[in-house]
């Protein structure tokens, strides 16, 4: 385990157990200012909850939280749509970029306690790609598969979200490298352990199957509004 996930396994242990401590430390985290972390804090979404969820913290900028990285070169690229559909598939970057493509705006938070706000993407929808392979089951899972084994999963009902998607481009620029680049998956709804970087498969399943940090006590719903970063 390298030193960028101990890291963060020390944070979201202490996160777990109801006080996030350590995300505002000078040279770690480029957090917002104290005056806007007041303002988030009565801010409210459209569906009545709040802005910033509990225990979060905003910061500037999306933070590496390690991993073994994947190929971050998009001729390298390669997806599979697999699992319960009728059309199994599988698309290089080119084939990816022929899909109709989204400029989204979402809030992303990770279990170790920050937030980012407004950050800027484009991409292409979950459900675009889940509606070219017909999956055979309409309550079933996504299986999001990634380099070196990762795993995680979502409800098909999530991956069906307008928000949710598989995104190449942040903040105008293609995704870097050590954020998951050339594309990774977003769930803006959810910690951030269930966006997968490096992603290089989507399986349709009727059973879940619980990913590689979830199998580690980690939360497998990861509800930001619920706190729900570790299985108690």
């Not at 801010?43 to 910033?52: A, Q």
């Not at 590496?64 to 190929?71: A, E, F, K, T």
């Not at 690229?77 to 698309?91: D, N, Q, S, T, W």
């Not at 497998?220 to 299985?231: C, F, K, L, M, T």
Request: glycine residues 10%; contains cysteine.
């Amino acid at each position: 385990m390298n030193k960028d996930t101990l890291f963060s396994r020390r944070v979201f242990l202490t996160a777990a157990a109801g006080v996030v401590t350590g995300i505002g430390l000078p040279g770690l985290f480029a957090t917002v200012s104290q005056a806007r972390q007041e303002s988030l804090a009565a801010e409210l979404r459209k569906d009545g909850r709040p802005r910033l969820p509990p225990g979060q913290i905003a910061v500037e900028k999306i933070e590496d939280m390690g991993g073994i990285p994947g190929p971050s070169d998009p001729g390298e690229f390669r997806l599979r749509v697999h699992g319960e559909v009728e059309k199994p598939y599988a698309i290089d970057f080119p084939e990816l970029m022929q899909f109709k493509q989204m400029d989204i705006t979402c809030d992303v938070h990770c279990v170790t306690g920050w937030t980012l706000l407004d950050s800027v993407w484009r991409g292409v929808l979950l459900s675009a790609l889940l509606e070219r392979a017909r999956p055979v089951v309409d309550k079933g899972f996504l299986i999001i598969q990634a380099a070196h084994g990762y795993a995680t999963s979502i409800p098909l009902a999530e991956a069906r979200k307008e928000n949710v998607f598989l995104g190449h481009t942040l903040s105008g620029a293609p995704l870097p490298g050590p954020n998951g680049g050339p594309a990774r998956v977003v769930v803006p709804d959810r910690y951030f352990y269930k966006s997968a970087k490096w992603v290089e498969g989507l399986k349709v399943a009727s059973r879940d199957e619980p990913g590689y940090w979830e199998t580690r006590g980690y939360s497998n719903s990861a509800d930001p509004w619920r706190e729900e970063r570790y299985s108690r």
